[in-house]
């Protein structure tokens, strides 16, 4: 066994890079599905600033990478590491995989309930010349989608202020990461 895998085994193994990557994952999706998603993003988001914050500071975050290190890079990171201790299969497990992975090493308890990258909205109607209205929801990323393409919240947006929960209210264009 090499120094590097032994450094890893010692940290808590396959199953504490597991439990620490499945917060990164939305649910149903395969680590390779989310680093497909979070390079869309990036590249979307590139250049686009609000205040001095890119569109992707305005969102919530589920678990920081490390000072210095992408989203992108962390995953990457982990699943190599995952690689390096023996399962070649891991870009293609899917969300739930690695929950099951994580509750049968025993480090969590079976009811354990996993974070996932699923953000959560709320949204509030616009009305000129009023006060904000009630928040309503959360909300999922599909429905908030779907609505949006139905242009319920107006053609881009503009009848309605957006937050992922915990967030600070803005405009659609802003907040969303879709």
């Known amino acids: 066994m090499k120094a590097e895998e032994r450094e890893l085994e010692q940290s808590g193994g396959k199953s504490a890079l597991e439990h620490q ?20 993003s990036s590249r979307k988001n590139t250049g686009r600033h609000t205040n001095g914050k890119s569109k992707a500071d305005s969102s919530m975050v589920v678990d920081k990478p490390p000072k210095g290190m992408s989203d992108i890079d962390l ?8 690689m390096s201790l023996g399962d070649t299969d891991i870009y293609s497990k899917t969300y739930e995989e690695l929950v099951r992975d994580v509750r049968s090493s025993g480090q969590v308890e079976n009811d ?9 909205y709320e949204y509030r109607w616009i009305v000129f010349g009023q006060e904000p209205g009630e928040p309503f929801g959360p909300f999922g990323e599909e429905d908030m989608k779907t609505w949006f ?14 937050r992922a929960v915990g967030g600070e209210w803005g405009a659609w264009d802003v907040v969303t990461r879709f």
């Open 149 to 162: 393409n139905a242009a319920y919240f107006g053609v881009s947006g503009e009848k309605v202020q957006v």
């Open 112 to 120: 354990w309930v996993p974070p996932s990258a699923d953000v959560k």
């Open 21 to 40: 990557l499945v917060g990164m994952l939305k649910r149903g999706e395969t680590v390779l599905e989310a680093l497909q998603r979070l390079g869309a």
């Open 75 to 82: 995953i990457t990171d982990l699943a190599s590491n995952i």
